[in-house]
């Protein structure tokens, strides 16, 4: 698990304790294959991956396939040098609590040197006292308290977006941008030029009293911050407006377009 192709996602397995519902399954191994993550364990699940955790998952069934089935939560952990336990009630024993994005940030770091483990309780009842004796750590996802109910694979999403995020932040990996070649000033500045003369000549603008309109379309044009492009169809359209366009171009062109071999 060390080797040279593993990368820190390999280290970091969600452990699933007495899942109720196998669609549970399913959709917890979909929320984790879609940030990456590939290990589950499964500890006395109440039913095996069935047609419903097949569906749920949506192409993560591979992640289904090679979940390791366990007998006790112990087991499950073993080789981990970080244990962390999710639960959706606050516990009256003082626990060290993290929030998510704390906790993936605690996996992570963990992961860099060996096994890390991530645990969702039941469904109900969530995990047992003797259970959470085995995490260093609690994990609890602040939610509204009037409504704190939280489906296990809705956690399981929010736990492996937080880890993903944790993971690009760490390798510096960002969205793809658009690289857009902006217009210069001079640009911007000969093109409020042309639409303040359009506005003058369609009447739209009184050329005694429009500074304080220039003023607010000049800053609605910076702040959109056209590409060269964009100027030039804006420009055109300026030149439509002023009566510099005939309209009958396009017919002729579909003439042209038509008479052609």
């Known amino acids: 698990m060390n080797g040279a192709n593993s990368t820190l996602l390999d280290h970091i397995r969600f452990v699933l304790v007495e899942t109720s519902h196998t669609g549970n399954l399913g959709a917890t191994a979909r929320a984790m294959k879609t940030m990456g993550l590939s290990r589950m364990h499964l500890v006395r699940p109440k039913s095996l991956p069935d047609a419903e955790a097949l569906a749920r998952a949506s192409g993560a069934d591979d992640l289904l396939a090679?979940?390791?089935?366990?007998?006790?939560?112990v087991d499950a952990l073993a080789g981990c040098q970080l244990v962390i336990g999710s639960s959706a009630r606050l516990r009256a024993v003082e626990w060290p609590l993290l929030e998510p994005?704390?906790?993936?940030?605690?996996?992570?770091a963990a992961a860099r040197t060996g096994e890390v483990a991530l645990v969702l309780g039941r469904e109900r009842s969530g995990l047992t006292n003797e259970e959470l004796a085995l995490?260093?750590?609690?994990?609890?996802?602040?939610?509204?308290?009037g409504f704190s109910s939280l489906n296990l694979?809705?956690?399981?999403?929010?736990?492996?977006?937080e880890i993903r995020q944790a993971f690009r932040a760490?390798?510096?990996?960002?969205?793809?941008?658009?690289?857009?070649?902006?217009?210069?000033?001079?640009?911007?500045a000969a093109f409020h030029d042309h639409l303040t003369r359009t506005l003058v000549e369609i009447g739209f603008a009184d050329p005694e009293q429009s500074g304080k309109l220039s003023r607010r379309l000049r800053r609605l044009f910076l702040r959109a911050r056209?590409?060269?492009?964009?100027i030039n169809i804006l420009r055109g359209i300026l030149s439509a407006a002023q009566g510099r366009k005939d309209p009958a171009?396009?017919?002729?062109?579909?003439?042209?377009?038509?008479g052609s071999p």
Do not use: K
């Open 226 to 230: 056209p590409d060269w492009t964009e």
């Open 170 to 188: 760490g390798q510096g990996e960002t969205l793809p941008r658009e690289d857009r070649d902006l217009a210069t000033a001079e640009a911007l």
């Open 135 to 145: 995490c260093h750590y609690l994990v609890h996802i602040p939610t509204h308290p």
């Open 66 to 73: 090679n979940a390791t089935l366990h007998d006790r939560l």
């Open 249 to 258: 171009r396009f017919r002729r062109r579909e003439r042209t377009e038509e």
């Open 153 to 161: 694979a809705a956690a399981a999403q929010v736990f492996a977006y």
């Open 101 to 108: 994005p704390e906790c993936a940030r605690h996996l992570l």
